[in-house]
């Protein structure tokens, strides 16, 4: 991918942008733009979207239209877009805090009605932008400013999330992963209906520092060595074998074609 | 001359849609104003339900009823919350099955519950049968006129049994 | 015809081709009857997963140029503060219906009140400044909620129709004008910036799919609309415009009937409770007796009360403990102010006003 693709979807004159040194968003934001311009989406007729935290910051750094909302509420302004002008084609960017916390109920909405969008999660696992409190993706045992000992909930498990209130194509890949993780978009960005994509994103200030990983690169090699194709997965779980301790499932979860809402009919 | 009429009943007899086919009959065939207001509480079926009509040849300010001087009540316990109080110079109909009391003022005893069933087969048009003697009792507007408004009202397939039941009113009412 | 009813009606008329919303009483009708005809009109009905929902999917849709609405009642307008307070940042026209009941929190559904006034004007954190329209007559339902989109379009604001379940569930008799007024939103010219201004504090207005490429955030933003959070000049020139676009303009768009002007004893009243005033007047046409019926009651008219040169009493019949009262002491200068408030969900009867009256002789 050339730079003036990275010219024609960034705004210059907002840089610069106020991710940290290290942050994994950047990637994710390029692996987006490079699957919108496959597929030669206009840059007029592109809308993102996102509520509130670092990943939703994305939007006010791209070229197109774009709404950056209320915390969680993405969703919902998106519906409102997307159902208002099915012409428009619609992204959405959000965060794990974002989408299944004060956003959760939106989030299964949204993907039960299977509205015709993109929507990129970025998942660091913590609250990022507020310092680095525990979301509820932050792992079992991991530290952050509200699990000063350890968090003690269960994760969500965003892709299957998705997958059970009906998207119609859900993937995860990390940041690690970009020639899939930007496969993943493109799919999801052709797709009729709601496409779920989750990235995991490494978070070295809020939470990689109390974490164990030194630097940010530590997190990405982690993400490498603790992601297991989703085959894989399927398989350790038919035969009855545990998944590795900390390890998570990436690929595609789900790809269907059930009746999608604000597509131009 | 202003005209207070108030229903009262249990809810899923009708006495709101009653009270919205007078408005309707009065404002819109009869040439004159009209203000239909409920109170009603969380049930969908049951309570005691209350709807309240207003008409009067000039435009209505004060929309609720202050003085009632009509009342068509059909069940008892819509009679103890709305009607019991009902001043002397009022008129009231009751529907002589469901109201075991009855009001210090006139009242007149219409059979529409057992009319309904018996005579009609439909226990859901006694409402309708209260209103056809409503109108041939006091003559708040004309036959015509709430003919017109049942027939805007009542869902299609329904008009000729909303009718006779109509009649039916009719011919009690003027009994009386 | 019912008022709820009127609602809608007035909003087709006005051009309303989106609503979002979640049902509650007593406004559930509003939403019914846009689902039935709204699709018909060529126009968009969505039933959110609740009103935090139905106001985003509002504002998601008035950014592409649609005229969108929503309705709901207390529980559900406490809500949607959070979005309304972003509509007012983003300057997002829409128009908000609250078919009021009683409260605080569930309180009584289904019956009467005026509780949520200020929350109208104060709800969203921050300063904000809104437009709310109140009717007290079916026919002023239809005729406000088709005003209340012009004014949502002109000043770019989030604007209420703060009726209530009295008006909201009457019925009576409504003449349907052949043609309501449309006067659409200004759009944004080329060589401006999207929330640079004109003079009347309004910016053009930025419809997405356009290619005006503008970014719309609720953090303090520039002109170009790009966030600039730290710089106390930014935030005081942007919430200052915000707040004076409309504020500077209250006395241009105020609505209002005042009969006998030269009255001693005066009844200010909104929605329902104008009724029973004018009931009052009506049974004791030899007294003058004053009357200030509001049609907009934010941005308050304030110069409306020095219509009433003689006043000696304003008196404040109210469904609530006393809330546009505290307003109209603001504004007054050495009158006496009498608060009637009323709640439990039925209006003051013609009688207790009168009784105000007789003590005041």
Sequence with gaps: MTTRVFEKWYREDRLPHIFCTGCGNGTVMNCAIKAVEEMHWEIDDTIFVSGIGCSSRAPGYMSTDSLHTTHGRALTFATGVKMANPDLNVVVFTGDGDASAIGGNHFIHACRRNIDMTVICMNNMIYGMTGGQGSPCTPVGKISTTTPYGATEPVFDLAELAVAAGANHVARWTSYHTKELTRAIETGLATEGLSFIEAMVQCPTAYGRRNKFRKATDQVEWMRTHAILLQKVRRLEEEGKPIPEEHFAVGEFVHRQRPAMGVRR | MRHEVIFSGFGGQGVILSAVILGRAAALYGNKYAVQTQVYGPEARGGASMSAVVIDDEPILYPKVASPDIYVIMSQQGFEKYGAAAPKDALMLVDSELVHSRPQCACTEIPATTEAKETLGRVIVANIIMLGALVTATGLVSEDAIKRAVLDSVPKGTEDLNLKALHLGFELGRNT | ?361
């Excluded at chain 3, 709901?72 to 972003?86: A, D, H, Q, R």
């Excluded at chain 3, 005729?143 to 604007?159: I, Y």
């Excluded at chain 3, 005033?277 to 019926?293: M, S, Y």
């Excluded at chain 3, 009867?349 to 009784?355: C, D, F, H, Q, R």
Aim: charged share 25%.
């Design chain 3, 1 to 361: 015809m019912q008022g709820n009813r009127a609602c809608c009606e007035g909003a087709l008329a006005a051009g309303c081709d989106f609503f979002g919303g979640y049902p509650i009483t007593p406004s559930t009708e509003i939403a019914e009857m846009m689902a039935l005809k709204l699709p018909k009109a060529g126009g968009t009905f969505i039933q959110m997963e609740d009103e935090i929902a139905s106001m985003g999917a509002i504002i998601g849709a008035s950014w592409t140029g649609a005229r969108s609405m929503t309705a709901t009642s207390g529980p559900g307008f406490s809500l949607m503060m959070e979005n309304i307070g972003y509509a007012v940042m983003t300057e997002t026209p829409c128009v908000v219906v609250n078919i009021q009941r009683g409260g605080p929190s569930t309180g009584q559904p289904t019956m009467s009140a005026q509780g949520d006034m200020m929350q109208c004007r104060f709800g969203p954190h921050g300063d904000v400044a809104t437009i709310a329209v109140v009717p007290s007559t079916v026919q002023e339902m239809y005729e406000l909620t088709a005003k209340a989109f012009n004014l949502a379009d002109r000043f770019r604001v989030p604007t209420f129709v703060m009726s209530d379940e009295t008006i909201g569930h009457m019925r009576e008799k409504i003449v349907i004008p052949e043609k309501v007024d449309i006067v659409p939103r200004k759009p944004l010219l080329k060589g401006k910036l999207p929330f640079e201004a004109d003079e009347d504090g309004v910016p053009g207005f930025a419809e997405f799919g356009r290619g005006h490429r503008v970014h719309v955030t609720g953090l303090t933003h520039d002109e170009r609309g790009y966030p600039d959070t730290t710089d106390p000049e930014v935030h005081e020139k942007l919430v200052k415009r915000l707040y004076n676009k409309v504020e500077s303009k209250r006395h241009e768009i105020a609505d209002y009937d005042a009969v006998n002007t030269d009255a001693e004893t005066v009844f200010i009243t909104y929605g329902p409770c104008s009724r029973t005033v004018r009931q009052v007047l009506h049974d004791h046409p030899d007294e003058c007796i004053g009357h200030l019926n509001l049609r907009i009651v934010w941005p308050f008219p304030e110069e409306t009360l020095k219509i009433f040169a003689n006043a000696k009493t304003f008196i404040v019949p109210e469904l609530n403990l006393g809330q546009m009262v505290r307003e109209i002491a603001r504004h007054t200068t050495g009158e006496e102010v009498l608060s009637m408030p009323k709640i439990g969900g039925h209006i003051h009867t013609p009688a207790e006003l009168y009784a105000a009256v007789e003590a005041r002789k």
